[in-house]
């Protein structure tokens, strides 16, 4: 039963997919099946980012009229659909330090930071599709402190210098590859058992929620999560130490920016808690870090260097379990796998 839910978790996956992204040149692929993507938006980077500058302004102000908004317009919160104008329209007070990316072919655009609301920073993730020159989709994900674990210190948060370099032209993949490495990512985490299903550079790094899990740049031996943080990626996986990640599903690539060479997923894990303690591929007994069934609702970028995985930053949230998403229109449900 196990392997048949996976087996159709993996076509919706590849079904989103392929609802968000045509097929598109790749370096190593056959040349008889290569096709360009063309540019379907007459929006270019400086446009896209001039969209999302003018929307984290307007989130500040409280109110999202004036806004050049489709009148069917697409607006999610921690993966609830609602009216644009509510959940942090009614409490985002300033914007931290952040980050953009752009999709100059299919009209995306995406902020990653921090925000302060009411005082209280949290890590926040936003990407928006532009057509027509309106925004017709604006999806967010917020992690709050003390909703989620694990968190990190979101008045500490900084961009790495990575995530605003340019790759160089011969070590960009073209959109197909980059979106097959993110799912190779995804494809490891779930079951994770040691076997890598995606390629990492030797210093890959991951952040989630302002929290260093992968190569940590100031370890702290006593820190959250810290014999994670201090392994590269590769090492992380290879151990097998998320084990108790059970479904990586309703996998879906809104952005890629192949430029900066990211890829922008949104994604959710479900955590069955099945297992109290699990072994490593060193042999060592672990403790489950999930002890009750519940589910992770993320937003993840994936930044991509000559075919390898350089950085992923992470922002997520609990949510309940088995918690469907609102972007694909028909998810599979529980009994229909």
Excluded at 26 to 47: L, W
Excluded at 159 to 186: C, H
Aim: proline share 7%; charged share 25%.
């Amino acid at each position: 039963m196990k392997t048949k839910l996976l087996a159709a978790l993996s076509g919706a996956a590849l079904f989103g997919a392929a609802l968000m992204a045509p097929a598109a040149v790749s370096a190593d692929m056959p040349k008889e099946t290569r096709t360009v993507v063309p540019q379907i938006v007459d929006c270019d980077r400086a446009c896209l980012y001039g969209f999302a500058d003018q929307y984290m302004a307007k989130l500040l102000t409280k109110d999202p009229k004036g806004l050049p908004v489709a009148r069917n317009v697409r607006f999610s919160e921690n993966f609830v659909m609602m009216p644009l104008g509510e959940g942090a329209w009614n409490t985002a007070d300033a914007l931290g330090p952040h980050f953009k990316l752009a999709d100059v072919k299919r009209g995306g655009v995406a902020w990653i930071g921090t925000i302060d609301e009411r005082g209280v920073k949290a890590v926040y993730g936003m990407r928006m599709r532009i057509k027509d020159r309106q925004i017709v989709e604006v999806e967010t994900v917020i992690s709050r402190k003390g909703v989620t674990t694990p968190y990190g210190d979101p008045d500490t948060y900084t961009i790495p210098a990575v995530l605003t370099e340019q790759v160089a032209p011969a070590k960009r993949r073209w959109r197909e590859r980059m979106i097959s490495i993110a799912d190779g990512y995804f494809d490891t985490l779930q079951l994770n058992d040691g076997t890598l299903f995606t390629s990492f550079t030797p210093d890959c790094s991951r952040r989630e929620n302002a929290l260093w899990t992968a190569s940590d740049p100031n370890p702290k031996a006593d820190g959250p999560l810290s014999r994670f943080g201090k392994l590269t990626c590769e090492q992380g996986f290879t151990l097998g130490n998320y084990r108790w990640d059970d479904r990586l599903r309703d996998r879906l690539y809104p952005l890629v920016d192949e430029e900066m060479g990211v890829v922008l997923s949104t994604a959710f894990i479900d955590h069955a808690a099945l297992l109290q303690t699990y072994e490593t591929t060193d042999g060592k007994m672990q403790d489950s870090n999930q002890k009750s069934p519940h589910t992770f609702g993320m937003m993840e970028m994936f930044k991509i260097v000559d075919g390898k995985i350089r950085h992923a930053e992470a922002v997520f949230l609990t949510v309940p379990y088995r918690m469907p998403t609102p972007w694909i229109s028909k998810p599979i449900w529980p009994g229909q796998e």
